[in-house]
C-alpha cells in the first residue's frame, strides 16, 4: 500500500446568482471570473514591478543581478493589496498561487537545461489558459449537502457548486472530505474554463492497492510508431484511432470563421462548432488511449519501452500530420503513469539504442535499413542467420531484452 496522486477532472455548473433560493451562497460565474482577472492582474503587476526594478538597476551602473523569490514577490503583493482593495474578492491562496506561478516562470529562464522564455504578461484575449488554483486549508475545499440534501462542492469563499461525476470519482472526494479518513487527502482544486464550460480540478493524494490478477501476466516491449500505435513483443498491435472525420470538421469549421469578421455572430457560431470539434477529438483520443493502457498494464508485470526522439519525428513531412493527431508521447506518458501507479515495473530505454536494426535472435545490427529512406522496408531477413524479421516487432522483442538486460533479469 502507498499514496498515489491522481487528477480528476470534474465539470461544475456556476449559475448567474451568488446565491438559491435558500440563501446560500454559491459558486457563480462572476465570482469564478473575478478569481481568473485577479490572478491574471497580481501576475502582470508584479512581473512589471521586477522588470522596472531590474531596468533601473541597469541605468544606475549596477549588474542585473536581482534574484525573484516568493519572499520578494509577496512584499510586492501587500503593496498591492493596499493600493487596490478589490484584491480581497480573491481566495488567499489563489493569490498566493499567482506569485509561486510567477517565480516558478524565472526559475525555468534562469535553468539553462529548459532553455524557457523570460516571463511575459498575460493578455485577456490572448491567453490559453482560464484558470485559478485553491489549496485545501483545514478542509476548505470538500463535498457538502446542501439544504435540499444534494451533494454540492464547496470552495472556499466562492460557495457551493453543482457538479456531475462517476460514482467512483463522488466516493473519493467523499472520502477526502472525511476529517475521520486519512486514506484520501485533497491537495488543491484548480477552476478552469475550457471554451465556455468550467471544471474544477482536484489533486488527491489516496492509498491505492493494486488489483490482484490471478491469471499469469507477461512480459512485455513496446515498439511506438506513425502507421501503428504501438506494437507489442508477443507479435500484438494497437492500431491508430481513425479521427479524419473530427479532423475534418476543425478544418471546415476553421475556414468558415477565416470567412467572416472576427466578433461576428457567424464567426461565433462557428467558433463554438470548432470548440465542440476539437474537444470531441480530445476526448475520442484520451478515452481510446486510456483503454489501451489499461489493457496493457492489467496483463503486464513488467513494461519497456524507448524514449523515442518524437520532435524529430514532427520535422519529416510524411510524418508530421500523423505524429501530430496520434500524439504518441501522450500515450508513452499515460503508460508510465499508470505503470507507477499500478506497481508495474516500468523501463525507458535511451532514443539511441539501435532496437530496429538489430536482429532479436543473433544480436547482429543490419546497417542496410537505418537511414530515413528505408524507412517503407517493413521486412527483412538478417544477413546473418537468415531470420525474417518484422521491422517493429523485432524492435519491440529488443526493446524488451534490453529492459530485462538494464533490470538484471530474464524473459520468462
Not at 59 to 85: F, P, R, T, W
Not at 157 to 178: H, N, P, Q, V, W
Not at 306 to 328: F, G, V
Request: proline residues 3%; charged residues 30%; contains cysteine.
Amino acid at each position: 500500500m502507498k499514496f498515489v496522486k491522481k487528477v480528476l477532472k470534474i465539470r461544475i455548473y456556476p449559475t448567474k446568482m451568488d446565491k438559491n433560493d435558500d440563501g446560500e451562497k454559491i459558486v457563480s460565474i462572476n465570482k469564478i471570473e473575478s478569481n481568473i482577472g485577479i490572478r491574471r492582474f497580481i501576475y502582470n503587476h508584479v512581473l512589471e514591478f521586477i522588470n522596472n526594478f531590474k531596468r533601473l538597476l541597469i541605468q544606475n551602473g549596477y549588474e542585473d543581478k536581482a534574484i525573484v523569490n516568493i519572499s520578494s514577490c509577496n512584499v510586492i503583493l501587500k503593496m498591492l493589496m493596499h493600493e487596490y482593495s478589490f484584491l480581497e474578492k480573491a481566495e488567499s491562496s489563489s493569490r498566493q498561487q499567482a506569485i509561486i506561478d510567477l517565480v516558478n516562470a524565472f526559475k525555468r529562464y534562469e535553468n539553462p537545461k529548459i532553455k524557457s522564455d523570460y516571463p511575459v504578461f498575460k493578455h485577456r484575449k490572448k491567453t490559453i489558459k482560464f484558470t485559478f488554483r485553491i489549496i485545501n486549508n483545514n478542509y476548505n475545499i470538500r463535498i457538502t449537502k446542501d439544504k435540499n440534501g444534494h451533494d454540492k462542492i464547496k470552495l472556499a469563499k466562492l460557495g457551493l457548486a453543482k457538479f456531475k461525476t462517476s460514482k467512483k470519482y463522488r466516493e473519493l472526494l467523499r472520502r477526502g472530505s472525511d476529517k475521520n479518513d486519512p486514506s484520501v487527502k485533497i491537495k488543491h482544486v484548480t477552476v478552469k474554463r475550457i471554451h465556455g464550460k468550467y471544471f474544477a480540478i482536484f489533486n488527491i493524494e489516496y492509498i491505492h492497492i493494486p488489483e490482484t490478477i490471478i491469471s499469469p501476466r507477461m512480459q512485455v516491449g513496446i515498439d511506438i510508431g506513425c502507421s501503428k500505435l504501438a506494437v507489442l513483443s508477443n507479435g500484438q498491435e494497437i492500431p491508430n484511432l481513425n479521427l479524419e472525420k473530427e479532423t475534418d470538421n476543425i478544418i471546415r469549421y476553421q475556414k468558415t470563421m477565416s470567412h467572416h469578421k472576427q466578433g461576428s455572430i457567424r464567426y461565433l457560431e462557428a467558433q463554438k462548432l470548432y470548440n465542440k470539434s476539437w474537444e470531441k477529438f480530445l476526448n475520442k483520443r484520451d478515452d481510446y488511449y486510456n483503454k489501451a493502457v489499461s489493457y496493457i498494464v492489467k496483463n503486464s508485470i513488467f513494461v519497456a519501452v524507448q524514449n523515442e526522439n518524437i520532435i524529430s519525428w514532427k520535422h519529416n513531412p510524411y510524418l508530421s500530420h500523423s505524429i501530430q493527431i496520434n500524439a504518441p508521447r501522450n500515450f508513452l506518458d499515460k503508460l508510465e503513469k499508470k505503470c507507477q501507479q499500478e506497481g508495474v515495473t516500468f523501463i525507458k530505454l535511451p532514443k539511441f539504442f539501435p532496437s530496429t536494426k538489430k536482429c532479436s535472435k543473433c544480436q547482429k545490427i543490419n546497417k542496410n535499413i537505418s537511414g530515413l529512406e528505408n524507412l517503407g522496408i517493413r521486412d527483412w531477413d538478417c544477413p546473418h542467420c537468415h531470420t525474417h524479421h518484422d521491422r517493429d516487432v523485432n524492435a519491440a522483442k529488443n526493446i524488451l531484452n534490453k529492459g530485462l538486460e538494464v533490470v538484471g533479469t530474464t524473459a520468462q
